[in-house]
């Protein structure tokens, strides 16, 4: 049984992201194409509450402008968010989506603080046993 629910349809999105916002902490990341490209797209987002993991494939979705039922979540003061490796995450879904974002915790580099080796969502888990500072995007 997979450990992760995978995110392929608007139909799911939209249940997904009603789900999303009734949660006060998620973690981000997102992956693109960009090494062997031009121009990159975002290929993947993953989502961690503190229950469960969400891959959203937005190629399968029709393309990144696609996540726009993300919006209300990204926009919400009232959830924090992590991401790991903030800036560039921020700046693809800001540019693919056109997404504001309201209350976070750019992992990175509290990751350094604590010399770690682990992903946004591991941390996600232990976000409570240390404190992070909080950006306004």
């Known amino acids: 049984m997979a450990d992760f629910q995978l995110i392929e349809t608007r ?3 939209d ?3 009603q789900e999303l916002l009734a ?3 998620l973690a981000f990341d997102t992956e693109a194409d960009s090494f062997y490209h031009y121009f990159d797209k975002t290929c993947l987002v993953q989502v961690a509450t503190p229950r469960q993991i969400y891959l959203i494939d937005p190629l399968a979705l029709g393309g990144p402008k696609e996540l726009s039922p993300l919006a209300p979540v990204f926009a919400s003061p009232e959830i924090r968010k992590v991401f790991h490796a903030a800036e560039y995450d921020l700046f693809v879904l800001k540019r693919d989506c056109g997404f504001e974002f309201r209350r976070g915790a ?3 580099q509290t990751r350094c603080v604590r010399h770690e080796q682990a ?3 591991e941390l996600s888990r232990h ?11």
């Open 11 to 13: 139909e799911e999105l």
């Open 15 to 17: 249940s997904l992201a």
């Open 23 to 25: 949660e006060k902490l």
């Open 106 to 108: 750019p992992v990175q």
């Open 119 to 121: 992903s946004g969502f």
């Open 127 to 137: 976000v409570g046993e240390f404190p992070l500072n909080e950006f306004e995007a």
